[in-house]
Structures are given as C-alpha cells and as structure tokens.
C-alpha cells in the first residue's frame, strides 16, 4: 500500500466496438503445445467472420477512439496511431471469438489470450486435442494442454482459503496464469511455497513457483480519474461514476475509507460519504455524494467516455487514469489474481504490466471504452515502470445494486427504449451477467458469453457478442 499525505487518456473505442471484449479467467501450458492454424491465417478469418456480424462490428470497423487512448497506447505499448487503433479492433473480435468457444469446448476449456503488439493473435487452450479443428474453424490457434481452468481455478480457490488462515507476506501474489497452463506463485522466499500448498491442499504438480522481489502496496494517494481527498487528509482517485436508484456517486478502492468517511472533490468543496466499503478481502468501496455533484460518463475529461463494463481477456490492452500519474497503458496479465499487501490478502484482482503511483489508487482501468475496475495496488513506479492490479468493477456493481453511468452510444443506442412492446423474459438492463448466465427475451433463451453489466438498448438479439441464443 503506498499512503499518500493530502495534495494532486485512455479513452474508448464507440460502445458497439468494445462491447465484444471477452472475460475470461485463464490457464494454457509449458507442458502443452502450441498448434498453428492452416491456411487461410487466424487474422484472415477474423476479418471474414467479422464481415458477418451485424452493425455493432461495423461500427466497430468505422469508429476513432479519442486521441487521448490512442496518444497513451502509442507511448506505452510501442505503436503508431494506426496500430492502436487496428489493435483495439482486433482484441475486440478475439474476444468474442473466445467467448463461443469457451461455451463450446465447456469442460475442455482450458483459457484463452491475445498475443502481438498489432495482430492479436486468438490463442485458446483446451484439454482434449480433439477440439482442435474447432478452435481452428473459429480463426484461432489451438493449445493442448494439461489441466482444465476449472480445475486451475478450483487449486486456487484452495489458496486463497489458506491465505485468511496462513501468513503469506513471503508470496505476495498468486494467479492461475494462462499461458502456461499452472497455477503461478510469485514468492520473495522461495521456501514459502511448500508449507503454503499443503496448508492448501493443493498439488504442487499443478503449481509454478516465480521468484520476485515485487512487495505490492495499495495506492494511496464524477470523473474516473479525478482526484478526491478523504477526511484524514490523504487523497485518492475517483473510479466510475454510478447511480443507485436517484442517489449518484462513485466507486472506488476499498482501501481508501470506511463506511461513514467523509469526502472532498478535487476542488475541495464538500462532496460525499463512503457508503461501504471493504478491504482487505476484496478493495472495493462506493461514495455517495451530495445534490452539487452529477455523475457522467466521462473519464478525466477529454472526451472520454464509458459503454459498457464487458470484461477484457488476458493479452488485451488496458489504460488507467489516476490523480497522480495521468493515462498509462499496458496489458492484462491474468485475471482473479491474489495478492498480499501488508494489511492483508485481497483476492480476485486483475494484474496488469501498468505503472501506478500514490494517490492513483481507486482510479478508472478501461479496455477500450469498457469499464474494467479501479486501482488498488502495485509495485515499481510510471518512472522505471511496475505491476499494477485493479478490482474489477462489475463485482463491484453487483455487491452494492449499483448502475455505472455510462454514454447514450453504441448498439442499439442504450438511450432508445429498444422494442416498442416490451417482449418479455428474465433479461433486465442493470443487471450484472456473468459468462454462462442464461436469460429469456422474446420467447428465446440465450447464454451470456462475456461479464458484463447490461444496458437500455443491449437486448440480447441486438448484442450477439455478448449473447448466443440456444
């Protein structure tokens, strides 16, 4: 945790394009192989089944991502205008690519990624080298491996249970990590790892142990991004603004107050009160704030404006404001990471090679124009570079009954009333869906394919890459 005393663009893609980004949870192997496609190559087929989606790829085709994200991706990531924005597009596609076939390959299913500074290359893994022609029929590349996610995920549930009971000071970090089909802890002392896996449970055949010197901290010290002071005096940023019902505020990292803690804006006026908020376990937190304030979609101004919240895939590109340190571009490394700061362990994070510094923490991390969570801790600097993770957002949305405010763009455009007669289902816009959910709209089942929160005008016919109708 990094405190900081009192003191002070990635921007989206239009909501149609970045509505296809994937969430997938992850693992491949070092022990697996890699099974390159035939001819035509996976970029020529992703360009031709994107050819047959509907107008939110289209759109996706036609649409500028403000300066601000393109401007922050070409210094961090290494690329020029037009290579940023062709990267967006095809993270996009990927990403809906690997949704179908993580429903497909079901219990096979063994992660998914992107690779390549431009191209993106879809790589998914699976256990059973007979879903390989599969993978290949989709435009990606194929991984056999070892072990299943589910079973990767299940040996890190097992962790993270032996965390609240066993001091983990001496291995920081651990994730389930997709390309190399193992659960990976990163350890200061090596020789913490054993007793930490038979606390566990756990098999350290399915473990990789990575040693670091990486000690994460918090980052101490209504727009994502803007800066906020907490009644003690330190200071921290603002994630997304949200409304609840009438009431409008924000969310924000955990750690940055208690429930009943009292805030000020960035311009120091009054502004609103921590409503709950946890950490460690989780580093989440809402802010309600008072009639002088009005949540928008924007993000540290500049045009930047929040669609959605569909979960980027491990590989993608992602951007973070913060009070401290501005726009910083990097990619995701893994999903539902644990981590160990030194006031406790915070599980089910996103790890991502970002620089952050003090009083960046609770700041907005998009992909795109979705929203993906806020700033919570890391190490290095935006100097030398460093690790950063974030808090997802959507689990934040869902612990409190909480919508992110979001633009009037994108499919189906979310501020048109969609169907003039209301068809029916299970289907509600401001619901958190998680992959595999199935809802009723219209007479028809369908199976969400990304985590995401929905919004006005997201119907599941209209959004076939969050939804597949059964």
């Given at each position: 945790?990094?405190?900081?005393?009192?003191?002070?663009?990635?921007?989206?893609?239009?909501?149609?394009?970045?509505?296809l980004?994937?969430?997938?949870?992850?693992?491949?192997?070092?022990?697996?192989?890699?099974?390159?496609?035939?001819?035509?190559?996976?970029?020529?087929?992703?360009?031709t089944?994107?050819?047959?989606?509907?107008?939110?790829?289209?759109?996706?085709r036609?649409?500028?991502?403000?300066?601000?994200?393109?401007?922050?991706m070409?210094?961090?990531?290494?690329?020029?205008?037009?290579?940023?924005?062709?990267?967006?597009?095809?993270?996009?596609?990927?990403?809906?690519?690997?949704?179908?076939?993580?429903?497909?390959?079901?219990?096979?299913?063994?992660?998914?990624?992107?690779?390549?500074?431009?191209?993106?290359?879809?790589?998914?893994?699976?256990?059973?080298?007979?879903?390989?022609?599969?993978?290949?029929?989709?435009?990606?590349?194929?991984?056999?491996?070892?072990?299943?996610?589910?079973?990767?995920?299940?040996?890190?549930?097992?962790?993270?249970?032996?965390?609240?009971?066993h001091?983990?000071?001496?291995?920081?970090?651990?994730?389930?990590?997709?390309?190399?089909?193992?659960?990976?802890?990163?350890?200061?002392?090596?020789?913490?790892?054993?007793?930490?896996?038979?606390?566990?449970?756990?098999?350290?055949?399915?473990?990789?142990?990575?040693?670091?010197?990486?000690?994460?901290?918090?980052?101490?010290?209504?727009?994502?991004?803007?800066?906020?002071?907490?009644?003690?005096?330190?200071?921290?940023?603002?994630?997304?603004?949200?409304?609840?019902?009438?009431?409008?505020?924000?969310?924000?990292?955990?750690?940055?107050?208690?429930?009943?803690?009292?805030?000020t804006?960035?311009?120091?006026?009054?502004q609103?009160?921590?409503?709950?908020?946890?950490?460690?376990?989780?580093?989440?937190?809402?802010?309600?704030?008072?009639?002088?304030w009005?949540?928008?979609?924007?993000?540290?101004?500049?045009?930047?404006?929040?669609?959605?919240?569909?979960?980027?895939?491990?590989?993608?590109?992602?951007?973070?404001?913060?009070?401290?340190?501005?726009?910083?571009?990097?990619?995701?490394?893994?999903?539902?990471?644990?981590?160990?700061?030194?006031?406790?362990?915070?599980?089910?994070?996103?790890?991502?090679?970002?620089?952050?510094?003090?009083?960046?923490?609770?700041?907005?991390f998009?992909?795109g124009?979705?929203?993906?969570?806020?700033?919570?801790?890391?190490?290095?600097?935006?100097?030398?570079?460093?690790?950063?993770?974030?808090?997802?957002v959507?689990?934040?949305?869902?612990?409190?009954?909480?919508?992110?405010?979001?633009?009037?763009?994108?499919p189906?455009?979310?501020?048109?009333?969609?169907?003039?007669?209301?068809?029916?289902?299970?289907?509600?816009?401001?619901?958190?869906?998680?992959?595999?959910?199935?809802?009723t709209?219209?007479?028809?089942?369908?199976?969400?394919?990304?985590?995401?929160?929905?919004?006005?005008?997201?119907?599941?016919?209209?959004?076939?890459?969050?939804?597949?109708?059964?």
């Open positions: 945790m990094l405190p900081r005393p009192a003191a002070a663009a990635c921007a989206a893609l239009a909501a149609a394009g970045t509505l980004m994937a969430g997938l949870s992850g693992s491949a192997s070092a022990r697996g192989h890699e099974v390159a496609p035939g001819t035509p190559t996976a970029a020529q087929k992703l360009h089944a994107v050819q047959t989606l509907p107008t939110a790829a289209q759109t996706l036609t649409a500028d991502a403000p300066a601000a994200l393109l401007h922050a070409e210094r961090d990531l290494d690329l020029d205008r037009q290579q940023a924005a062709h990267r967006l597009v095809n993270e996009a596609e990927a990403g809906a690519t690997a949704g179908r076939l993580r429903a497909d390959l079901g219990a096979d299913f063994a992660g998914a990624w992107v690779r390549g500074a431009e191209s993106g290359t879809l790589t998914v893994a699976t256990t059973d080298a007979r879903d390989v022609p599969a993978i290949r029929a989709r435009g990606a590349r194929a991984a056999v491996v070892h072990h299943s996610l589910a079973s990767l995920d299940a040996a890190k549930v097992r962790l993270d249970r032996a965390a609240a009971r001091a983990t000071a001496d291995t920081p970090v651990w994730y389930v990590d997709v390309p190399s089909n193992s659960l990976v802890v990163q350890a200061v002392r090596p020789a913490a790892v054993r007793p930490l896996l038979a606390a566990a449970g756990v098999d350290p055949a399915l473990v990789r142990t990575v040693k670091t010197a990486e000690r994460p901290r918090s980052l101490y010290d209504l727009r994502g991004g803007d800066a906020y002071y907490m009644g003690s005096g330190g200071r921290c940023s603002i994630g997304f603004p949200v409304t609840r019902g009438t009431q409008q505020g924000f969310v924000t990292a955990g750690h940055c107050g208690r429930a009943g803690t009292a805030t804006g960035s311009n120091r006026v009054a609103g009160t921590f409503q709950a908020s946890v950490f460690p376990g989780n580093d989440m937190a809402w802010v309600a704030t008072n009639a002088n009005t949540a928008t979609p924007y993000v540290n101004g500049a045009g930047v404006q929040v669609a959605g919240s569909t979960q980027a895939m491990v590989g993608a590109s992602v951007c973070r404001s913060g009070s401290t340190t501005g726009w910083h571009c990097g990619t995701v490394q893994q999903l539902n990471t644990s981590v160990t700061y030194q006031e406790g362990t915070v599980s089910g994070v996103t790890r991502t090679s970002v620089c952050a510094e003090p009083g960046d923490s609770g700041g907005s998009l992909s124009s979705q929203a993906q969570g806020v700033t919570s801790g890391g190490s290095g600097n935006c100097t030398s570079g460093g690790t950063t993770y974030f808090q997802p959507n689990p934040i949305l869902q612990s409190y009954g909480l919508t992110l405010k979001t633009s009037g763009s994108g189906g455009d979310p501020g048109d009333p969609g169907d003039p007669v209301d068809p029916g289902g299970t289907w509600s816009a401001g619901t958190v869906y998680r992959a595999g959910d199935t809802v709209y219209g007479g028809a089942t369908y199976r969400c394919l990304q985590d995401h929160q929905a919004q006005p005008g997201w119907q599941p016919p209209a959004v076939p890459a969050l939804w597949q109708r059964l």
